[in-house]
């Protein structure tokens, strides 16, 4: 058996199981003007893991593993957007609010897009959320059960927000999850450390962690 070098110990990898599930990796946290810089944030701290980000999704690509993109946004009606999640956070721009990129967080919109550096190929699945995590109110788990996939390997933002959500979500559903440490990231580092330490704390409760180079070499090696 194949072995991706891990934390809290080597995660035993089955290639013809395996996706990449990239989290949200839209303009929206990772640009000035959006979502997340109207929350007050950091968003140099997103843009700095793109280049790991793509060097994970290209070693899934020439490995014919499959690619999963999630996008959190809502219709343009607001159907599928509680108030009580609109109203939250006092943002300088609510979702749904006209922005610089756009109306925030809605479907189809300029600012929603996933970045351009990580855009989605023909044929990947992408799969818009309006939650924090990908499985509420969404095909996701039909589209894994359809690919057949059992293990997950995860990229993407906010590490202890959208990512966390789904990769407990997926651990429920007995998905083994692994977190590429850095090809994840936060507005706050302390909240990124804690996340990372706590999925893996006590055996593995939640999942493992490994970095990028550690993920691709188990990769190489199968
Ligand atoms: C947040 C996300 N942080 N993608 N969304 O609101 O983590």
């Known amino acids: 058996m194949a072995e991706i070098e891990a934390l809290p110990f080597p995660f035993a990898f089955k290639p013809e199981a395996m996706a990449l599930v990239v989290i949200d990796m839209q303009r929206d946290f990772a640009e000035p003007g959006g979502f997340g810089a109207s929350l007050g944030n950091d968003v140099s701290r997103i843009t700095a893991i793109v280049p790991t980000v793509k060097r994970l999704l290209e070693g899934f690509r020439a490995a014919g593993l499959p690619v999963i993109h999630t996008m959190e946004c809502h219709k343009a009606d ?9 109203n939250r956070g006092n943002p300088s721009i609510r979702i749904g609010d006209i922005g ?6 809605i479907v189809g919109e300029p600012g ?27 095909s996701f ?44 990231e936060s507005y ?5 450390t804690a996340a990372l330490a706590m999925i893996r704390a006590q055996g593995a409760i939640v999942g493992w962690t490994a970095t990028t180079d550690q993920v691709l070499e188990g990769i190489s090696n199968a």
Do not use: H
């Not at 610089?100 to 967080?105: D, E, H, I, N, Y």
């Open 100 to 105: 610089p990129m756009g109306r925030v967080l």
């Open 78 to 86: 607001f159907s599928d957007l509680p108030p009580a999640k609109r």
């Open 188 to 192: 706050f580092p302390e909240f990124k």
């Open 141 to 184: 788990g039909d589209d894994l059960k359809r690919l057949g996939a059992q293990q997950l390997v995860f990229a993407g933002v906010t590490t202890e927000v959208c990512v966390q959500t789904t990769m407990r979500e997926a651990n429920d559903r007995g998905y083994e999850c692994l977190l590429a440490e850095d090809a994840t």
């Open 112 to 138: 929603t897009a996933i970045l351009d550096e990580l855009a989605p190929l023909p044929g990947e699945i992408v799969i818009e959320k309006p939650g924090k995590g990908a499985f509420y109110a969404t």
